[in-house]
């Protein structure tokens, strides 16, 4: 049984960092694309950004190009994702996700077959 569980998150003033943390199990992880999304109340869950299994190559949504950074070790079965500058505009519920290996894309939330159970993340201006 597949199993991510993320950590990491909480309140912080704006222009604050957190970095996220998704542990996990039951798959050959270093074997997938891994990714974050995010939801806000009233709001679609929206990717954030993904890593490929051997970490070489990246995504990023937008919004937060040049402020956040994923990353993962494959050894310790974790992904992370490293907010620097943090605006109210990034409070939202923040989910890692394991990619489907049918999936030749990265934005859509229906490509990714499981999911964590998300954590929150508050930005207070």
């Known amino acids: 049984q597949v199993q991510l569980v993320e950590s990491g998150g909480g309140l912080v003033q704006a222009g604050g960092s957190l970095r996220l943390s998704c542990a996990a199990s039951?798959?050959?992880?270093?074997?997938?694309?891994m990714a974050w999304f995010r939801q806000a109340p009233g709001k679609e869950r929206e990717f954030v950004a993904d890593?490929?299994?051997?970490?070489?190559?990246?995504h990023y949504a937008d919004s937060v190009k040049g402020r956040f950074t994923i990353s993962r070790d494959n050894a310790k079965n974790t992904v992370y994702l490293q907010m620097n500058s943090l605006k109210p505009e990034d409070t939202a519920v923040y989910y890692c996700?394991?990619?489907?290996?049918?999936?030749?894309?990265?934005?859509?939330?229906?490509?990714?077959?499981?999911w964590g159970q998300g954590t929150q993340v508050t930005v207070s201006s």
């Open positions: 039951g798959r050959t992880f270093s074997s997938y694309a």
């Open positions: 890593i490929r299994w051997s970490g070489g190559i990246t």
């Open positions: 996700a394991s990619r489907s290996p049918y999936y030749t894309g990265y934005i859509e939330p229906l490509g990714y077959d499981y």
